[in-house]
């Protein structure tokens, strides 16, 4: 079985500060880790994804993540946050021959503060 | 194109009462999945559709239903209501063959109150 955990449930930020949210995967097989952000009132959008290859991923909005095969963990990081930031973030995992099962991790309220 | 839509945005019921959660997607996508968000506990699968004319559960099914009506709607039927589905529902879309990794695209969400 696959699971995900996310941390921190609130992470206060002042803008232009950097941010790194943490995000640690249970699996015994190999995994494809994605990164959602929810802004209030709204759904999901993917942020970024890991699927194979080099393990530094580059997503929208300046975000990046480095998966962490020996760590088991997919921290999600941006040099200097803003504003519109702000934000839930969730870490998903779903595993090899898994591919219609996301599961998802509890979430990080990214507060951006002037 | 409109993408994921759900109706209704907001809905308040009485406990027993029955209602229907829908969704379309003019996307053209295979798979689709109805999810719950509750605070604290992330969001969580109900029942995923992989391809018209198929339904499977997900990690909380109890309490409800779904149909894939055709290729662009999957509605989630709730019978009978209880407080415990109180609830912001998603619905959720995925391109490509059923056990694909490629990304889920949300609808705005539905949010409901049992009251």
């Known amino acids: 079985a696959q699971s995900v955990t996310q941390l921190d449930s609130q992470v206060p930020v002042f803008e232009e500060a950097p941010v790194e949210l943490r995000c640690n995967y249970s699996s015994s097989v190999s995994v494809y880790l994605f990164w959602y952000v929810q802004y209030p009132n709204q759904g999901l959008q993917l942020l970024l994804k890991?699927?194979?290859?080099?393990?530094l991923v580059k997503g929208i909005n300046g975000f990046e993540a480095e998966f962490n095969k020996s760590q088991t963990s997919f921290h999600l990081r941006k040099p200097s946050v803003h504003i519109s930031d702000t934000a839930e973030y969730f870490c998903?995992?779903?595993?090899?021959?898994?591919?219609?099962?996301?599961?998802f991790g509890t979430g990080t309220q990214l507060k951006v503060e002037l | 194109n409109a993408g994921v839509t759900q109706t209704p945005k907001f809905q308040v019921l009485k406990t027993g009462q029955s209602m229907t959660l829908q969704c379309a997607q003019d996307m053209n996508h295979n798979s689709m999945y109805w999810y719950r968000q509750d605070p604290g506990m992330g969001l969580r699968l109900i029942y995923y559709s992989a391809s018209e004319g198929t339904t499977d559960k997900g990690e909380v099914p109890n309490g409800y239903n779904v149909s894939r009506l055709n290729k662009r709607e999957f509605s989630l039927r709730l019978e009978s209501a209880a407080p415990s589905q109180t609830s912001v529902y998603f619905c959720?879309?995925?391109?490509?063959?059923?056990?694909?990794?490629?990304?889920?695209?949300f609808g705005p969400g539905t949010r409901l109150t049992v009251l």
């Open positions: 890991y699927l194979s290859g080099s393990t």
């Open positions: 998903a995992v779903t595993m090899t021959g898994g591919g219609n099962k996301l599961t």
């Open positions: 959720a879309t995925k391109r490509g063959l059923a056990g694909s990794y490629n990304e889920q695209f």
